[in-house]
């Protein structure tokens, strides 16, 4: 039985079952399952996407984001890439057994792996014009002759301009979706999983201007109904994607994770500088970003990075270079700076609830180099500012440029089989069960090594002890 995987990036729950317009989806909801999708933590691009179809978390991964730590010097962070993904995905658990797979801007695919099928680049690959971003090579000459230059992503979407940033979303979208259709009706495949990158990016353009929940609306906006158009649009490409597949066709629309409004952002070494935990050399003239700040580092004990949350980092005696921290006082003085900064406050003076995570405690492995305390500010309604040179710790500017909305940890997903006896709304579907759900629903054995459960078997076992309760 094919599979085909049809990924939103950031698609919001409450906006794909709320839009009624969605005609498509909604028949897609009629015959099957639906609802909401918790993600992982942190819920980000990469790794969310490779640990649905691992079905591994970031810790086993050994991928806490885009940007990582590649050893326990102060200076070294690595870019996420395809090979930092060590974990056999489903394409080639089902490559085994002979199976064919096209795997389309699924992150990270930069450079495009190699797959029993086809591999086409994500939105890491620098330049589709001088860079080889398919698999096979040959792959490239062909969508260029039916689009001409492919667009991954859209340059410089944190901007102002926003009406050059609407059309070259709606530009590289109408390209990729042309290439999927050509790709699903002319080429073999048995799975098939295409991410559509420019919801993310519309939503971190837009999203100030459609929610009225935002500190930033405006109610009569211009760009009032830039988002629901692209969803309405997305619909349609849905659609037509629909119309080339078999009937007993597995299909899955599914998002890695959601999109909610941003409150702010907290900057992070603003409040560690203040509190003597991070001691600077000099305090700088101006904002500046942490890797060019003079840091001493024989007397800092906590640093951290910016980002949709943040990634705090401890300076340990025998792990970092100039480490402060005794090893044997680590767990305390980790539970010390979690409880701190759970006790934070909003700009109003009010709780602002953030959400502090362990590594050890979040993860069935921890891998590689791994950040000593996860937080989500605010639970992700306020950002994580790295710039130091703030007049204070709650602001309104971004460190990368204006950016309308966070991540939120839920998403989306919509699923139907023709072997599938579910139906209508589901609760507690996690990420990591998509992957199982799918070879189970596709007849395959699930790998022991997978982490989520089959939504399926978990129904069957549930309705086995019913049976047997009431014999």
């Known amino acids: 039985m094919k599979i085909c995987v049809l990924g939103l990036d950031c698609a919001a729950p409450e906006v794909v079952f709320g839009d009624e317009r969605l005609t498509n989806l909604r028949r897609l909801m009629s015959g099957g399952i639906y609802g909401r999708l918790e993600s992982v933590i942190p819920p980000i691009t990469v790794p969310a996407w490779m640990c649905m179809t691992t079905s591994q978390d970031p810790g086993s991964l050994g991928v806490y984001g885009f940007r990582n730590r590649s050893d326990h010097s102060y200076e070294k962070l690595s870019f996420a890439n395809s090979a930092s993904i060590k974990a056999p995905a489903i394409w080639d658990y089902l490559a085994r057994q002979g199976k064919k797979s096209i795997v389309v801007g699924v992150p990270p695919n930069y450079p495009p792996r190699r797959v029993n099928g086809i591999s086409i680049g994500c939105f890491l690959t620098p330049d589709t014009v001088k860079n080889d971003f398919t698999y096979p090579p040959n792959i490239k000459s062909q969508i260029n002759a039916l689009v001409g230059e492919y667009p991954t992503d859209v340059k410089n979407f944190r901007t102002n301009d926003k009406d050059r940033l609407k059309e070259e979303i709606f530009s590289m979208s109408r390209k990729q979706w042309q290439v999927v259709r050509w790709l699903l009706k ?31 609306f405006v109610p009569g906006n211009p760009y009032q109904n830039a988002i629901p158009e692209y969803y309405f649009w997305l619909d349609e490409q849905i659609g037509a994607a629909l119309e080339l597949l078999d009937e007993d066709t597995i299909v899955l629309v599914v998002s890695d994770h959601g999109a909610q409004r941003l409150d702010g952002g907290f900057a992070i070494n603003e409040w560690l500088i203040r509190e003597g935990l991070l001691v600077l050399e000099e305090y700088p003239a101006a904002l500046t970003p942490f890797e060019k700040l003079r840091v001493n580092w024989g007397k800092t004990r906590v640093w951290s990075e910016g980002g949709y949350y943040a990634r705090v980092f401890f300076n340990v005696q025998g792990r ?28 109003k003076g009010a709780p602002m609830r953030s959400l502090v995570f362990k590594p050890k405690e979040l993860y069935r492995h921890v891998r590689n180099v791994a950040p000593d305390l996860i937080v989500h500010f605010g639970g992700l309604y306020w950002r994580s500012i790295g710039t130091v040179g703030h007049a204070k710790v709650h602001v309104q500017e971004n460190d990368t440029g204006p950016d309308a909305c966070n991540h939120a940890q839920y998403g989306m997903f919509i699923l139907t089989a023709p072997n599938c006896a579910l139906r209508g709304e589901f609760e507690r579907a996690r990420l990591l069960d998509i992957a199982p759900t799918l070879m189970d629903l596709a007849g395959h054995e699930i790998p022991e090594g997978m982490q989520g459960r089959s939504l399926i078997a978990d129904h069957r076992e549930t309705k086995a002890r019913t049976t047997k309760d009431t014999k």
């Open 186 to 216: 002319e080429h073999e495949w048995d799975y098939f999983h295409f991410v559509d990158i420019g919801l993310d990016r519309m939503h971190h353009g837009f999203w100030n201007y459609f929610d009225p929940t935002h500190v930033q």
């Open 320 to 347: 970092e270079p100039q480490g402060v921290i005794p090893m044997a006082e680590y767990e305390s003085f980790q539970d010390e700076i979690k409880t701190r900064l759970e006790a934070l406050p909003d700009d």
